[in-house]
């Protein structure tokens, strides 16, 4: 009875709770997979937009456990979206939410207390805080206005990863159909020289990365980093069959903390891996590029690019990654500015359509300064 109204929700009929109950969507802390849960709204704030839940039993609840290790998660309120930070109120500010909840809600309070077997109605709020402990999640990025401003990426890092183990096996064959030609543009475009070092960042499983190793040559350096390990087993499969093991490396890593030495690198490629980051991490990964590329090297970034105003298939697109974020994990970005603000010079960028989709394939020079 208690996860009927998750099916509401997932049918998005949320809107019939009014703002009175919201799902919540986190991160299991031992599986890494998707969860949900349908709370009630103890108390909302207009400004900034915080939602205050009840974990009625306390740290028996999964879902309460679950946040307090990774407090990233996003919540449904009506027919809205929100990105949200979840954390624990202190003890004093729960007070406070508790007696305003019994003083204005006495009859869910007493049905409450009847199932907890204490009287809620009869109890001082500091016993309730102290008994059912609250959350407060605050909003991030409010999702599915679309507007000059960058979707933001509802998943985590677990969510991410896990999602492309799962796809790893037939991603050669989609993204092959999908992007192999914004890919190979890419590649034409960073022309990898003879005993260079170049990394790729957000590898898969190895296309690009067995391309760039023949241009390179057997005294060139390549190194993939993907952030998915079967990725990068598939990755190293694809070296070792086409003879290029000698010549490249497979790390499994975070392009915001990339396993790499500082100017190590002659060239940097990524192709659809730059708009998988939330707009707040982009210049973070930009920043990574640059420390592991010497002086004046040169980045190249493929990637979705969001046109203002959208045309057709970009508006119909970001509608989708609104809809069904965990399907089109990519959207379009700020490819061109993303480079700039983040310190690179651009040499060169080239405009493709990718079944109606504009994308960039940008070409960027890293400062000779010091590095970030």
Request: charged content about 25%; some cysteine; aromatic content about 8%.
């Amino acid at each position: 009875m208690l996860r009927a109204p998750v099916v509401v929700f997932r049918l998005r009929l949320g809107w019939l709770f009014g703002k009175r109950l919201l799902l919540l969507s986190h991160v299991g802390r031992r599986s890494g997979r998707d969860r949900t849960a349908v709370l009630e709204v103890v108390c909302h704030e207009e400004d900034p937009p915080v939602w205050y839940v009840a974990a009625a039993w306390g740290d028996r609840s999964d879902w309460f456990r679950n946040v307090k290790q990774n407090p990233n998660a996003a919540i449904t309120v009506g027919r809205d979206r929100y990105r949200v930070l979840a954390r624990v109120v202190d003890i004093d500010r729960a007070v406070r939410v508790h007696g305003e909840y019994v003083r204005e809600h006495p009859w869910a309070a007493w049905f409450l207390g009847r199932m907890l077997g204490m009287d809620l109605l009869g109890s001082h709020p500091r016993l309730l805080a102290e008994r059912i402990p609250l959350v407060a999640l605050v909003a991030q990025v409010p999702v599915g206005v679309l507007t000059d401003t960058v979707a933001p990426v509802l998943g985590t890092r677990a969510e991410t990863q896990a999602t492309y183990d799962r796809i790893a096996p037939f991603y050669g064959a989609l993204e092959g159909l999908w992007g192999g030609a914004a890919r190979a543009a890419g590649l034409s475009a960073l022309a990898a020289k003879r005993n260079e070092s170049v990394l790729d960042i957000g590898c898969g499983p190895g296309y690009a990365l067995s391309e760039l190793a023949d241009s390179v040559g057997p005294d060139g350096r390549v190194i993939g980093v993907d952030l998915s390990s079967k990725m990068c087993t598939l990755a190293r499969r694809r070296l070792e069959r086409h003879g290029l093991s000698g010549t490249g490396a497979v790390v499994q890593g975070d392009a915001a903390h990339l396993p790499i030495a500082d100017g190590s690198c002659d060239a940097g490629f990524m192709s659809f891996t730059l708009e998988l980051f939330d707009a707040s991490e982009i210049p973070t990964v930009l920043t990574e590029c640059q420390r592991v590329l010497r002086p004046g090297g040169r980045l190249v970034v493929v990637a979705l690019s969001k046109h203002q105003p959208p045309p057709l298939m970009q508006r119909a697109y970001e509608w989708g990654h609104d809809r069904f974020p965990r399907l089109l994990d990519c959207r379009p970005i700020h490819v061109e500015r993303s480079l700039v603000d983040a310190g690179f010079t651009l040499t060169e960028v080239r405009e493709l359509s990718l079944w109606g989709l504009p994308v960039a394939v940008a070409v960027g020079e890293a400062p000779f300064g010091a590095r970030g």
